[in-house]
Nanobody, 130 residues
Framework: QVQLVESGGGLVQAGDSLKLSCAVS????????TAWFRQAPGKEREFVAI????????FYSGSVKGRFTVSRDNAKNEVYLSMNSLKAEDTAVYYC???????????????????????WGQGTQVTVSS
């Protein structure tokens, strides 16, 4: 059974940095692409970033591009989201999600559609105070 477990959330001040981790199991769950989404209270789940299985390809939403970096270490079965220059509007529950197929879809819509992802973590809260 595939499981994703996020960690690293917390309360930070605007301008601070934070790094989230997503532990993926079992170890033999390979050739999948992994994305980060977030959901603020009263809002729909929002795409943040995606990374291919090899890590060679990434894609970001416009609201985080240049501030957030997605990466992965397949030897450790982990995916990361490094967040810099955090803003109050980044406050949300952050989820990692995965789907079989290591290559990013050609369209941005397919990359960012939460309905395309089959496996989800439970989320980790990030709160940015202004």
């Amino acid at each position: 059974q595939v499981q994703l477990v996020e960690s690293g959330g917390g309360l930070v001040q605007a301008g601070d940095s934070l790094k989230l981790s997503c532990a993926v199991s079992p170890n033999n769950f390979s050739n999948h692409r992994t994305a980060w989404f977030r959901q603020a209270p009263g809002k729909e789940r929002e795409f943040v970033a995606i990374i291919s299985w090899t890590g060679a390809s990434t894609f970001y939403s416009g609201s985080v591009k240049g501030r957030f970096t997605v990466s992965r270490d397949n030897a450790k079965n982990e995916v990361y989201l490094s967040m810099n220059s955090l803003k109050a509007e980044d406050t949300a529950v952050y989820y990692c999600a995965a789907v079989l197929g290591g290559v990013l879809p050609p369209s941005a819509r397919a990359r960012s559609d939460p309905n395309k992802y089959h496996f989800w973590g439970q989320g980790t809260q990030v709160t940015v105070s202004s």
